[in-house]
């Protein structure tokens, strides 16, 4: 005969195992992933360092969102995604509910995500039974760039392309304070042909040799910055919630580089050339808001 608790383990699996199956259904119709963070793609893309040993730390369990090695095995949210997971989850789950203390998971921490490298099945019982925090070993792993629980794969694609920004540019290193956003995929590429335009043009001007660090200060300071300025100064960025700053100053460029080479209109500087365009973009949202 079956014990209690034997049999509410069981049925716990049983609802998570039809949960994660129907979370892959809606995943499907929707184009959304369920899959759990690979560190070894993380490690990969973001060039990641370390890890260091933090000690004994109570962490989150919605914080948790990759694994080490099993991330085929459990869902975004740890649900199990496969009945062969059965005998160990429902031993942990009995565990839970008899109140028997378990050893603390041992996770990866990259910026704001933990990755589990022992203790899959204790963090799955855990968020399944509505754990907020969980006790674990943390290892931290240097990253140039921030990363959530809620990543998605095209923001790890931008991710990957901002570290590499950083790597040619240094950014990070020669202005501390300097945290460019996009959200516009090849973003940070078309920044760095900007700076090599940009460097190349010093060069004339000073009618000297122009080093790749100074270049990049100089762009920062006096073609990035201003059109920031203007954007936050008009509030304009209000008007596009799924764009970040980054994203317009390469709109104004953009629409900079269409008038002169269409349009025979010279350039411009970056903080005029950004109060036109920002001016034009009010003007249609004034008008769009008057038509409904």
């Given amino acids: 005969m079956t014990d209690p608790i034997s049999e509410q ?5 049983q609802r998570a195992l039809f949960k994660a199956f129907m979370n892959r259904v809606w995943a499907s119709l929707s184009g959304q992933t369920t899959t759990l963070l690979s560190y070894d793609e993380i490690k990969e893309k973001l060039h990641i360092g370390g890890p260091i040993y933090r000690g004994v730390q ?3 369990v919605d914080q948790i969102a990759g694994s080490l090695n099993r991330y085929h095995e459990f869902d975004r949210v740890f649900l199990p995604a496969s009945d062969k997971l059965a005998d160990r989850w ?16 041992v996770l990866y921490k990259v910026g704001q995500v933990y990755f589990v490298v022992d203790g899959h099945h204790r963090v799955s019982v855990a968020r399944k039974q509505g754990q907020v925090f969980i006790d674990a070993e943390v290892r931290e792993c240097a990253t140039r760039v921030n990363i959530t629980a809620n ?3 095209e923001d790890l694609e931008i991710l990957e392309n901002k570290v590499n ?19 516009i995929p090849d973003g940070f590429d078309r920044m760095l042909e900007h700076i090599a335009v940009h ?3 010093m060069g004339l001007d000073m009618q000297r ?35 970040t700053e980054g994203d317009l100053y390469l709109w104004v460029l953009d629409h900079q580089h269409y008038l002169e080479s269409e ?3 010279p350039l411009q500087s970056s903080e005029d050339a950004a109060r036109d365009f920002f001016g034009e973009e009010d003007k249609k949202t004034v008008r769009k808001k008057r038509k409904k």
């Fill in 90 to 105: 429902q031993s942990v789950n009995r565990a839970f509910y008899q109140e028997v203390s378990l050893p603390p998971v």
């Fill in 165 to 183: 920004f950083l790597e040619r540019t240094s950014l990070d290193s020669l202005i501390p304070d300097a945290n460019i956003r996009l959200n």
């Fill in 263 to 265: 349009e025979g209109i």
């Fill in 9 to 13: 383990a069981r049925s716990d699996f």
């Fill in 58 to 60: 109570t962490v989150r």
């Fill in 151 to 153: 990543i998605k794969p």
């Fill in 209 to 243: 040799d122009i080093s790749e660090e100074e270049a990049i200060v100089h762009w920062y300071e006096t073609v990035y910055m201003p059109v920031i300025n203007v954007i936050r100064s008009t509030g304009i960025l209000r008007e596009f919630p799924e764009k």
């Fill in 199 to 201: 460097r190349y043009f």
